[in-house]
């Protein structure tokens, strides 16, 4: 899962190599020939020609769910600040900052976008790209106010004291001061609409979030067969990142060794590989905006007993979690089923060893609705995408996750990767 540890925007390791995956196949090439990279690291070839980006066509027809599911819930317009929700109906990434800029897309009638004047040639060139080429843009400068401004875009398409929904990632200034500037209308918020159509998984998107988990596990394969005790987190970085730069994706991971790895996410203190330790590698990559989000646990010799053991009951409840994963189950049946095994097998009750969901909702976000956990009675559906990560985590000694991604089919669930079979043979 991208960006939950570490920013990919401030290493500095292996430089020069990215640079080198940046400038075409005819770099990669002389990366392919460089004697420092080991030969696991060196084998591992460009997966870009997998890819197909999402079109405009296919936006549309997101647009055109979100306006059937805002007739629904009986929203008038909805307001996407810059986010993933805004890249996923328009295509437009756009960093939030204090200034605002939103796109609202209305049940009925035709979006407009709010933006700061100095940037509408770029918004301009952005909405070009995308499905909302058409929309109004209503710009304002330094001393007007941005939400007055969206108050008569509503006004004028007559929804001024209609009910609006937000992005619940908008920062809370702006729908505070939304709210403030149009005091007649309803603010609600949007995750109905948004969530509502983005846990739905295409076909296209579903193969893209194929050849990100296919990515992640080539990487994290190449880096395992290159591993050598003595080496440090930072050393286990760098091979990372040196496989991602082969395949030609953005990716990351951490690394926790022995007691570090029973924090689920890890530890900053620094760490080296040890011989029959046990070893944590988790995250992914992004392909297209798409995520992958996969955990591998091992050993460089000889596992304990207990170690193996205790392997065999997480490997249990990720088996368990799946086969319970079907449309119609409840989300928190998936939980309940990986939990059931972990406790029977002496690591319960509750959270006391398994410390965390089984699951959480994956796409554009490493972390999205719907959640697979106790209390969530959403029914699953086809196309839904999640993590399923079960771990024992067993303080001052060692932790133990198996995480692969598992899309919703019309019968049951299938993982995008095959279950790790055992700590001294994590790759089958």
């Not at 997998?50 to 929203?75: G, K």
């Not at 067969?225 to 994706?249: C, K, N």
């Not at 995250?283 to 996969?294: A, K, R």
Request: include cysteine.
């Amino acid at each position: 899962m991208i960006s939950r540890r570490r920013l990919l925007e401030t290493t500095s390791r292996l430089s020069g190599l990215m640079l080198l995956s940046r400038r075409g196949a005819g770099a990669q090439a002389e990366v392919a020939q460089d004697r420092s990279l080991p030969p696991s690291i060196a084998a591992l070839s460009s997966m870009r020609s997998r890819v197909q980006p999402i079109s405009t066509a296919e936006r549309e027809m997101r647009l055109a769910r979100a306006q059937q599911l805002m007739t629904e819930y009986h929203i008038d317009a909805i307001a996407l600040a810059g986010g993933t929700s805004l890249a996923y109906f328009s295509g437009v990434r756009w960093g939030n900052s204090e200034r605002m800029f939103v796109a609202v897309i209305a049940a009925k009638g035709k979006p407009f976008c709010v933006c700061p004047s100095f940037e509408e040639e770029r918004a301009r060139e952005l909405l070009n790209q995308g499905p909302l080429e058409s929309a109004d843009v209503l710009t304002w400068y330094e001393d007007e106010s941005p939400y007055h401004l969206l108050a008569q875009g509503l006004q004028s398409r007559k929804i001024g004291s209609g009910t609006l929904g937000i992005e619940e990632r908008t920062p809370f200034v702006f729908a505070d001061s939304i709210g403030k500037a149009s005091p007649g209308l309803r603010i609600v918020s949007a995750t109905p609409v948004t969530a509502g159509c983005r846990m739905i998984k295409s076909a296209h998107e579903l193969q893209l979030m194929m050849v990100a988990n296919e990515a992640t596990l080539a990487v994290y394969k190449a880096v395992y067969a290159a591993l050598q005790p003595g080496m440090t987190q930072t050393q286990a970085s760098e091979l990372i990142d040196a496989g991602y730069a082969r395949v030609g994706f953005r990716g990351e991971a951490s690394v926790e060794v022995g007691p570090y790895s029973a924090l689920p996410h890890g530890s900053a203190s620094p760490q080296v590989i040890r011989e029959n330790a046990v070893l944590m590698i988790d995250d992914g990559c992004l392909v297209e905006g798409y995520c992958s989000d996969i955990t591998r646990t091992f050993v460089l010799g000889k596992a304990s007993a207990k170690m193996n053991t205790v392997f065999e009951i997480v490997h249990g409840a990720q088996k368990a979690a799946l086969e319970a994963a079907k449309p119609g189950v409840e989300c928190q049946a998936v939980d309940a089923a990986a939990r059931k095994v972990v406790t029977e097998a002496g690591y319960g009750p509750g959270y006391t060893y398994f410390t965390h969901r089984v699951g959480h909702g994956i796409g554009m976000d490493g972390h999205e609705w719907p959640y697979l956990v106790r209390g969530n009675a959403l029914k699953l559906a086809p196309g839904m995408t999640f993590s399923d990560e079960p771990g024992v985590y067993i303080r001052g000694e060692f932790g133990i996750r198996l995480e692969d991604d598992m899309h919703i089919t019309e019968s049951g669930a299938e993982l995008f990767t095959p279950q790790s079979p055992s700590l001294e043979n994590p790759f089958s």
